[in-house]
């Protein structure tokens, strides 16, 4: 039997028990006294440890079992609940995380635990603790994490033994990229290409597939079969720029054998520690008056549900995908041919089809709480370093968002959180001098709105100062002086996502290193979003964000441009119209129209896309009105086609530098429609 059948499921279930501990000891800092909040860490903890003692992180299962240790003398009342206690208990936490982060890329999870082991044992004894560990998050050291690679599987144990009697040499390579390294990716290509030459690669840690994602810090370690000799190998990969160092050490046979016999040894006695810790946690759950669960928890408790890998919902949808293609193409022959049988068939097809594409597209939608369970911890704790008091509420956290929307979402938002606590709220004594509470409040919500999810990041701090972003703004060339004195308040407020925009006086790492919040933006937008801001000087601020519901499957209306077809989103679109030609008018070079009591721009899609046009005569001309926040434009169309549910696919990694154009999509009668940016028309 094979641990490493075991290693997704200890993984994802090792962070969902963490996440559990870390929102608990937030609840038992407000209600020191509640037992029974404790008795819920300590069950985590007590799984955790078992889990970690199954298979093998010994460093994993020490820190658990003296945390353990810990959480029983409070639960039993030998120790009192202290902010010193939960400051050793966080920073273990932490450790635990960089963990169980490790064995996830890969590595082997070993850190040196001792001096945080130390500090609960004080605890434990009831000693006095002189320093407490920094609870800011750990570095992992690299040259723990990755000296070896620990486990060959039986595949790759024989293609070592088998070239070994072909006269091959088996290495293993450790390569750490300097730490100023930019394309750390390029690198490592660099780096397999060399090796390739020179024989052939086994394996690597962390996976290739992380290393192509730069989801690694500096350092690799690789296992390759070559006939080289190990100081020609090693000067060959030393000549690929920006490698800090290179080692290459002979694989010794024999001891992995041992390690693969002792192995083998130990499945059973692993087997029989995981049914024992299953046992024991349902025992004390069954015992603990204090987990006996509400009507409502049993209810939760009671369905039924499966891990499923993201990878396959992602096939599934790609599949679905091709299905909604096919029955547009059905739709439209059904269309030409008119025959009630088919028509009938065909209508039936697609209320089917359309109940799978709701069933499917719930199955990838997660709650955002998954997101935003991590930043209570992480506002207490800047709250610490900044001395500021802090209260973070957070509303909607039940609202559901597509999986990959959710994937790219957090580091914006802990990006905003953390611009709102260090450039927003104000000092407990500067709050108190403009007759505010001490405690500065920061509000996370997110909610529906039609085929819209948004989220909200509200504060109520120092606002926004107008002239001080305009006296920024001008001295970095964002705007010049001239129009600065023409721009509204909220295009004031815009400025700040300028690109390297920031004014702090003094860079720090708590906001974001003075890299301003035009990374930000650009991520968001990314995702079909938009953000915007409103802020009172003095007052507070307000950030809202807006993501789609989902990336992969749309609502349009499809318009005609001659003899091509283009797709505008319905997200975008206000309203179409048909106007005379006369009403056009002229503003500063510009055409534009009366729409509504409001100017607004005339944007000629013919001349954008560069389509033939031939000579028109028509008295009339259709719009499409578009809006991109408070901005609007009117695109001027030759047809309207009608809505229709699209497929959106990419353009390919080559095109990704089309102008105004955000995909494309197959129609029913094969023809390929492209998708219109409308952000990228409405400066």
């Known amino acids: 039997m094979d641990m490493n059948q075991y290693l997704e499921i200890f993984i994802e279930e090792s962070k969902e028990h963490l996440q559990a501990c870390n929102e608990k000891i937030l609840d038992l800092e407000k209600n020191p006294s509640d037992l029974s909040i404790v008795n819920?860490?300590?069950?985590?903890?007590?799984?955790?440890?078992?889990?970690?003692?199954?298979?093998?992180?010994?460093?994993?299962?020490?820190?658990?079992?003296?945390?353990?240790?810990?959480?029983?003398a409070i639960r039993n009342e030998k120790l009192m609940v202290t902010p010193t206690i939960l400051d050793v208990v966080f920073a273990s936490i932490d450790l635990l995380e960089e963990m169980v982060l490790s064995i996830a890329e890969g590595g082997d999870g070993k850190k040196d635990v001792s001096p945080v082991v130390a500090q609960l044992k004080k605890i434990e004894n009831g000693e006095e603790l002189t320093s407490v560990t920094s609870s800011e998050p750990p570095t992992f050291n690299n040259e723990t994490t990755m000296q070896t690679i620990h486990e060959y599987d039986d595949f790759e144990y024989t293609v070592i033994q088998q070239?070994?009697?072909?006269?091959?040499?088996?290495?293993?390579?450790?390569?750490?990229?300097?730490?100023?390294?930019?394309?750390?990716?390029?690198?490592?290509?660099?780096?397999?290409?060399?090796?390739?030459?020179?024989?052939?690669?086994?394996?690597?840690?962390?996976s290739v597939d992380l290393l192509e994602e730069e989801k690694f810090d500096s350092q690799f370690t690789v296992a390759v079969i070559s006939k080289e000799s190990t100081d020609d190998?090693?000067?060959?990969?030393?000549?690929?720029?920006?490698?800090?160092?290179?080692?290459?050490?002979?694989?010794?046979?024999?001891?992995?054998?041992?390690?693969?016999?002792?192995?083998?040894?130990?499945?059973?006695?692993?087997?029989?520690?995981?049914?024992?810790?299953?046992?024991?946690?349902?025992?004390?759950?069954?015992?603990?008056?204090?987990?006996?669960?509400?009507?409502?928890?049993?209810?939760?408790?009671?369905?039924?549900?499966?891990?499923?890998?993201?990878?396959?919902?992602?096939?599934?949808?790609?599949?679905?995908?091709?299905?909604?293609?096919?029955?547009?193409?059905?739709?439209?022959?059904?269309?030409?041919?008119?025959?009630?049988?088919?028509?009938?068939?065909?209508?039936?097809?697609?209320?089917?089809?359309?109940?799978?594409?709701?069933?499917?597209?719930?199955?990838?939608?997660?709650p955002v709480e998954t997101v935003f369970n991590r930043f209570p911890r992480m506002i207490r704790q800047l709250a610490k370093d900044l001395n500021k008091k802090i209260n973070l509420d957070i509303i909607g956290a039940d609202t559901e968002l597509d999986r990959t929307v959710i994937d790219e979402i957090g580091d914006p938002l802990v990006h905003l959180l953390r611009n709102a606590i260090d450039h927003g709220v104000e000092m407990p004594q500067d709050r108190l001098k403009k007759g505010k509470p001490e405690q500065g409040n920061v509000v996370l919500s997110a909610y529906h709105s039609g085929n819209h999810v948004f989220i909200e990041i509200e504060d109520d701090g120092a606002g926004i100062s107008r002239d001080r972003v305009l006296k920024k703004a001008i001295e970095r060339g964002v705007v010049t002086e001239q129009l600065a004195s023409t721009l509204t308040d909220k295009q004031v407020y815009e400025l700040i996502f300028s690109s390297g925009f920031s004014t702090a006086d003094q860079i720090s790492d708590i906001s974001g290193r003075g890299v301003g919040l035009d990374v930000v933006k650009s991520t968001i937008e990314s995702l079909g979003g938009t953000v915007s801001i409103d802020a009172q000087e003095g007052k507070g601020s307000l950030f809202s964000i807006q993501l789609p519901l989902t990336l992969s499957i749309i609502s349009v209306m499809l318009v005609e441009l001659q003899k091509e077809k283009f797709a505008i989103p319905l997200s975008s679109i206000i309203e179409t119209a048909v106007i005379k030609k006369e009403e056009i008018l002229h503003a500063h070079n510009q055409k534009v129209i009366d729409f509504r009591g409001k100017i607004v721009p005339l944007v000629n899609l013919k001349d954008i896309f560069e389509v033939p046009t031939e000579v028109e005569n028509e008295e009339y001309i259709s719009l499409v009105i578009v809006r991109k926040g408070e901005k609007m434009a009117a695109m001027v169309v030759d047809s309207f086609i009608g809505q229709q549910e699209i497929v959106l696919k990419s353009l390919g990694n080559y095109l990704t530098t089309v102008f105004a154009i955000s995909g494309a999509t197959i129609l029913g009668d094969g023809q390929v429609a492209l998708i219109i940016d409308c952000n990228s028309l409405i400066k």
């Open 233 to 366: 190998i090693k000067s060959r990969v030393l000549k690929v720029s920006e490698i800090d160092s290179v080692s290459v050490n002979p694989l010794n046979l024999e001891q992995l054998k041992s390690s693969k016999q002792r192995s083998v040894e130990s499945e059973t006695e692993a087997v029989n520690i995981i049914e024992e810790t299953k046992q024991e946690v349902a025992a004390s759950v069954a015992v603990d008056p204090s987990a006996k669960a509400s009507p409502k928890q049993n209810v939760a408790t009671s369905s039924k549900t499966i891990r499923v890998n993201i990878e396959r919902l992602d096939i599934l949808m790609n599949l679905f995908e091709e299905l909604v293609i096919d029955r547009g193409r059905l739709e439209q022959i059904s269309k030409e041919l008119n025959n009630s049988e088919l028509d009938e068939t065909v209508e039936r097809m697609s209320r089917i089809s359309g109940d799978l594409q709701t069933i499917i597209l719930n199955m990838r939608m997660v």
């Open 163 to 206: 070239s070994k009697e072909q006269g091959f040499h088996s290495y293993e390579i450790k390569i750490a990229l300097r730490e100023d390294c930019l394309l750390k990716a390029a690198r490592v290509f660099m780096v397999f290409e060399i090796l390739e030459q020179i024989g052939e690669v086994i394996k690597a840690v962390p």
């Open 40 to 72: 819920d860490i300590f069950r985590s903890a007590h799984t955790l440890k078992g889990m970690s003692a199954t298979m093998g992180y010994e460093d994993l299962a020490s820190l658990t079992h003296q945390m353990e240790n810990v959480l029983d």
